[in-house]
């Protein structure tokens, strides 16, 4: 398979997820890291550009500067990463989209219904691919629960059990610190903090696992540091669209959780629990008999576990390689496509533009529920209705 090309917008020296996606995008040798416009000061994004190994012209001051760069070339990127804060998804994913470029969305994909229903129109007219980077469902084991609930393995799916709680902002003498303080401020996060930073990602993951959208929420929403409009606390209930009842809690307060994302999911015929912080185990208790511990590598997995396992068994692998298999996925579609191939049936699990258009709809219900006391309301776009 030739190589493709790929670039970034955001990501620059210093940001939290710039680096997991160069070391996703690059680890199999699918992607050669060709253009960027890596910050949002054009020199110091130019400059490490530069320093990354980008040839001078290609590393850009601004997103616009580098369409404009991008979309005259014979070997322009095949796929760009948009890892910018939040409030700027929404501009630079059109843009490129409407230029004819696959895309890699950082989550939140929009921050509002509306902006996520035109993305994925946009996507659907144009036939490119919007990808949203729900990366920690790259996991080995993630994509096993989801092989093994699809075959059947857990028969009906009774209730999944989410979690995405850490307690990093629970500081009130931290409160006001500015890298801490835009989270809760409306004007820059929007109409939720914590549900939309990490609320979604379990939310997807529980989408993702038990093959089923959620359909209604009532949501418990809690400001704890008094000082904060939006909330730092989340209990929400769910039902799902196959009948599953679902419960997520998620929390930036939570003093002693560090990452925090787990999945728990109960069926008729056994239980299935997944830690993020321990991604290679998975434990299965089938009904009636002993706790089983799978491990990543083992044989008899499925074939989608297979394909987004590298490492021998025994030997950790760790958040940039799940990354790393949303990039596989992309690499395989893209290839594909360009060979005129059907893709390998297996690298059909990348989460799409309806993926962040859906968790943009729940995060609107979480907040209208949250404030009217927890009513139950319909968390699906108007689009699926
Ligand atoms: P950050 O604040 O650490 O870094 C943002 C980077 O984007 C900086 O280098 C900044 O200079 C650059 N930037 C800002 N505006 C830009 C513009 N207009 N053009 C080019 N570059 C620009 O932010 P962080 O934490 O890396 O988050 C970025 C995005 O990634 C957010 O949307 C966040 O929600 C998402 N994220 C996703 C995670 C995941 O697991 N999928 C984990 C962490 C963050």
């Known amino acids: 398979m030739a190589v493709l090309n790929w ?6 020296e210093g940001s939290q997820i710039g ?18 416009a890596l910050d949002h000061r054009p020199e110091a994004g130019r400059d490490y550009g530069r320093r990354l190994g980008l040839a001078a012209d290609r590393s850009y001051g601004d997103w616009r500067e580098m369409l404009e760069g991008e979309r005259a070339r014979a070997d322009r990127v095949d796929l760009v990463t948009v890892a910018t804060p939040n409030a700027t998804h929404f501009e630079i994913t059109r843009a490129f989209l409407k230029e004819g470029f696959h895309v890699l969305c950082e989550k939140p994909m929009t921050m509002t219904v509306e902006e996520g229903e035109e993305i994925v129109a946009l996507a659907r007219e144009t036939g490119r691919i919007c990808a949203v980077n729900y990366g920690y469902t790259g996991y080995s084991l993630v994509r096993h629960m989801r092989a093994m609930v699809a075959r059947g393995d857990l028969g009906r799916v009774r209730m999944v059990v989410a979690e995405f709680a850490h307690g990093h902002h629970a500081d009130a003498a931290d409160a006001d610190n500015p890298r801490v303080r835009w989270r809760y401020d409306p004007a820059q996060a929007g109409i939720s903090a914590q549900f939309a930073d990490c609320g979604i990602h379990a939310l997807h993951m529980a989408s993702f696992v038990i093959g ?13 540091l008094p000082s904060r409009v939006l909330e730092d606390d989340a209990q929400v209930n769910l039902r799902f669209d196959g009948g599953a009842a679902g419960r997520l809690w998620t929390s930036s307060i939570a003093i002693g959780r560090q990452h925090g994302l787990t999945l728990q999911v109960f069926g008729e015929k056994g239980g299935l629990r997944w830690a993020q912080e321990q991604p290679n185990q998975l434990y299965w208790m089938p009904l009636g008999e002993r706790l089983q511990v799978i491990e990543r590598g083992e044989a008899g997995l499925s074939p989608e576990a297979d394909r987004s396992s590298r490492v021998t068994i025994g030997h950790a692998e760790g958040m940039p390689l799940a990354f ?11 290839a594909a496509r360009k060979a005129g191939r059907t893709p390998d049936p297996a690298a059909d699990l990348f989460p799409r533009a309806e993926d962040g258009l859906r968790s943009m709809a729940a995060v609107h219900a979480v907040a209208a529920s949250g404030k009217a006391q927890g009513v139950w309301l319909d968390a699906r776009p108007p689009m699926f209705r």
């Open 19 to 36: 680096p997991a996606h160069r070391l996703g995008a690059r680890v199999d040798g699918l992607f050669d890291f060709v253009a960027g």
């Open 324 to 334: 790393a298999n949303i990039y596989k996925d992309l690499a395989e579609v893209i």
């Open 212 to 224: 089923q959208q959620v359909e209604r929420l009532a949501a418990d929403t809690v400001s704890c």
């Open 7 to 12: 670039g970034m917008i955001g990501g620059g």
